[in-house]
């Protein structure tokens, strides 16, 4: 099984939605999806309620998920990290025990632009508009990872 976590700061907005579109879009019975935030922030609750609808909107259930915060052990855990933003790159990889772990470690935008090193916005404090932006941006770059993990198990 091959095992993929998507990062952002609080595991309320950006993360929950590219950890329910991925699921959307691979085999749970081949792949585990989660997610987690740098920031312990909303540990043990819900995605932001505007993550939720945007989310329900496109038929992607996101509300069996729970904010946790990203620990060390999680680069046992996981063989792909996808962050959302520079800034929780440079946190995830401050955790970083090895080359090992750091080379788990990418930018999910990076599917769509490689090597331009593109944030993904925070959509926290924007319109219900950013969070559809968000979840457009996530949907491009989730399909990418799905065709690139499906094509891999079929080697």
């Known amino acids: 099984m091959i095992r993929v976590l998507m990062v952002c700061l609080g595991n309320i907005c950006r993360s929950p939605l590219a950890e329910g579109i991925l699921k959307s879009k691979v085999n749970s019975t081949t792949f585990f999806i989660d997610s987690a935030g740098t920031g312990e922030y909303h540990i043990g609750?819900?995605?932001?309620k505007r993550s939720i609808a945007v989310a329900e909107k496109h038929l992607v259930d996101i509300t069996d998920q729970r904010c946790r915060q990203f620990q060390?052990?999680?680069?046992?855990n996981f063989d792909l990290i996808y962050v959302m933003d520079n800034s929780n790159k440079r946190n995830v990889l401050k955790l970083a025990?090895?080359?090992?772990?750091k080379a788990k470690v990418y930018l999910i935008l990076?599917?769509?632009?490689?090597?331009?090193n593109v944030d993904v916005p925070d959509p926290y404090h924007d319109s219900e508009r950013g969070f559809e932006n968000v979840y457009a941006m996530l949907d491009k770059a989730?399909?990418?990872?799905?065709?690139?993990?499906?094509?891999?198990?079929?080697?």
Not at 142 to 155: E, M, S
Request: charged content about 35%; overall charge negative.
């Open 142 to 155: 989730c399909t990418i990872i799905a065709q690139k993990l499906n094509d891999d198990q079929t080697r």
């Open 72 to 76: 060390v052990s999680d680069f046992d």
């Open 110 to 116: 990076n599917e769509i632009f490689p090597n331009e």
């Open 97 to 101: 025990r090895n080359e090992k772990d």
């Open 45 to 48: 609750g819900l995605p932001d």
